[in-house]
């Protein structure tokens, strides 16, 4: 009776952490009628409108797709291309908010270690797994630091940063 009350609480715990946090819980390359139930800014992209050969970049507060972290913070940037998901971005660019999204990683993804939580460091970490590209990275860019979790996969990859990315407001 112990091990299925301790099971029910896993599933529990497992179930509304995995609801709190839906940003994580759609993959790359889905189609956005698919993702549009997580993202329902998503609703708004328009195919035949966009065209074809250019990428999508919604822009929206994290916190709101991630109920309980500690993304207060930051944006979430969801990048379409062809109709599906080419990319989640988490991104902190108020370089006086330190390790916003180092702990996020940390606490949903892997440990990227303790050395890049100084605040001199900037570079990246790999933390990808299988066909999923996620790299937790700061980087400094006219003396700011920005803090950024990129997730793609490697079909994906070339359809997240160019002059064909257009932004829209979610």
């Known amino acids: 009776m112990k091990k299925i009350f301790i099971k029910f609480l896993f599933f529990l715990f497992f179930t509304s952490y995995s609801y709190a946090c839906s940003l994580l819980s759609v993959p790359i390359g889905s189609p956005v009628s698919t993702a549009q139930n ?17 990428s999508v970049r919604y822009k929206v507060y994290a916190l709101d797709y991630c109920e309980g972290s500690n993304l207060e913070n930051a944006d979430l940037e969801v990048i379409v291309y062809d109709s599906k998901i080419a990319g989640i971005n988490i991104i902190v660019s108020n370089s006086e908010i330190k390790n916003e999204i180092y702990e996020f990683v940390k606490n949903n993804i892997g440990d990227p270690g303790d050395e890049v939580k100084n605040d001199n460091w900037i570079g990246y970490k790999n933390l990808s797994i299988g066909s999923l590209i996620m790299m937790y990275s700061k980087m400094e860019i006219l003396g ?15 359809y997240r940063s160019d002059e064909r990315v257009i932004d829209m407001m979610g």
Do not use: H, P, Q, R
């Open 144 to 158: 700011d630091v920005f803090e950024v979790l990129e997730i793609t996969n490697s079909e994906m990859i070339d």
């Open 38 to 54: 997580t993202f329902t800014f998503l609703s708004n992209y328009n195919a035949k409108l966009i065209g074809t050969k250019i």
